[in-house]
């Protein structure tokens, strides 16, 4: 057992985000485990591009309130305490809502040994209102 580094919070690149978001590697795979965890904090109104993770994605959110979308589906208001789980493969987005900061643990798992494709894909800035 040992302590894990730790390394400096991060800016989320324009790219990927829209509006004043950071994040906090948590944990970062350290093999044999495949295990991704962020601890992400968007202001208000900012969220991520649509993405999707080869092995789906757990959110808990631990402050605030924020919202998130699969591609099609309905938008999905989500509280501190909540958990969603996104499927491998599905394009969704998730970020603040409008009028409240937002913080989560975002969790996923990199590829396995002979899985091809990127751990996650980003697509374009997602368009609300």
């Not at 402050?63 to 499927?87: A, C, H, K, N």
Request: proline letters at 7%; hydrophobic letters at 35%.
């Amino acid at each position: 057992m040992h302590l894990v580094p730790k390394t400096p919070t991060t800016k989320g690149p324009a790219e990927m985000f829209c509006g004043d978001v950071h994040f906090d590697v948590i944990a970062a795979g350290e093999a044999p485990s495949r295990l991704r965890v962020n601890l992400v904090r968007f202001a208000p109104g900012a969220h991520t591009a649509w993405h999707r993770h080869a092995n789906g994605q757990t959110l808990h959110i631990t402050d605030g309130m924020g919202l998130v979308q699969s591609r099609g589906g309905d938008i999905i208001e989500m509280r501190q305490g909540d958990t969603v789980y996104t499927p491998p493969g599905v394009w969704h987005w998730h970020g603040a809502t409008p009028e409240h900061f937002m913080a989560h643990l975002a969790m996923w798992e990199s590829l396995a040994e002979g899985q091809d494709g990127p751990e996650t894909e980003w697509g374009e800035h997602v368009q609300l209102g």
